[in-house]
């Protein structure tokens, strides 16, 4: 029987690095309570199969729009359809799939931090069990999208605090849905986020400040000066935060040698390429590829 974790066609998934977790979601006051630490979309994921013996160290958020699975925790079995939200707590044994002929759909995000132990056993407290039925809203989407967006853009303390802030409303738009009323905003455009954008139309080419600093009609100096006060990070450091976030893409997603990866993002040298993934991440793009395989 066909089995897999992850390659589903249209997907779309963000491991936000370790080193960021640990030196900013949780070391910030306003993140430690809960942030995110992985997220997706997984859209008619047939063969999806997942096993944690020991669970997972985070929180999960699983949310099926359509099509059909099965989650197991600790030995008892839901059937999950669409319109259904589970939650698995962190460290339960778990396993799911999506049905054969009728794979899910799915949103899913894990989660930790300071009070999600809490917010967890809350969920389950107030619907008695693991699992929510979610009536449809657009909105909710919406969010859950424009939180996976405004990750693509990095990692600068700014966009992870707006992400986590409204992962809270995410998160409370599933556990309390009678109670959930969407509301919409609009993100602001500015030099800071226009170059992130030109950053990550060009992944695949070693971008110069000057590049960067042309691309929003500014001096280099000022341009470094602006870019770090806003997220906190050099420009070119920011952009090698894009580049491993785009690597890690092609790890789980794909069957390309570490070289091919490194050509796809401007980068001739493969072993420089392994250095920087490896500082980022903590793990070696190998390591990585086996321990989320």
């Not at 589903?8 to 998934?13: I, N, T, V």
């Not at 420009?235 to 092609?250: G, M």
């Amino acid at each position: 029987m066909i089995r897999k974790g992850e390659g589903f066609k249209g997907q779309r998934a963000i491991v936000i690095p370790r080193n960021i977790l640990r030196g900013k979601c949780a070391a910030e006051p306003v993140m430690m309570p809960l942030y995110i630490t992985d997220i997706g979309y997984y859209p008619k994921a047939q063969y999806h199969y997942r096993k944690r013996i020991r669970g997972a160290d985070e929180h999960i958020l699983i949310y099926c729009i359509e099509g059909r699975g099965v989650i197991t925790v600790r030995g008892e079995t839901h059937q999950i359809r669409g319109g259904d939200c589970f939650i698995i707590p962190r460290r339960w044994e778990h396993e799911y799939s999506a049905h054969h002929d009728d794979p899910w759909t799915i949103y899913w995000a894990h989660y930790t931090g300071q009070t999600a132990d809490a917010i967890t056993a809350a969920a389950r407290q107030h619907h008695n069990g693991h699992k929510i039925f979610l009536p449809h809203s657009a909105e909710r989407l919406a969010l859950f999208n424009n939180i996976y967006q405004q990750l693509e853009n990095g990692y600068r303390t700014e966009n992870l605090t707006y992400v986590n802030m409204s992962f809270w409303a995410f998160l409370s738009s599933c556990i309390y849905p009678g109670n959930y009323s969407p509301g919409k905003a609009q993100p602001e455009h500015s030099a800071v986020d226009k170059v992130i954008e030109f950053m990550n139309k060009h992944l695949d080419q070693m971008l110069t400040l000057d590049q960067m600093a042309q691309s929003v009609n500014l001096s280099v100096s000022h341009f470094s000066a602006l870019f770090k006060s806003n997220t906190g990070f050099s420009p070119i450091e920011y952009f090698n935060h894009l580049k491993v976030q785009k690597a890690c893409q092609y790890l789980l997603f794909t069957h390309l040698r570490i070289k091919e990866i490194a050509t796809r993002l401007g980068m001739e040298d493969p072993y420089y390429f392994s250095r920087l993934f490896t500082k980022v991440m903590g793990v070696s793009p190998n390591n990585y590829r086996e321990k989320k395989g």
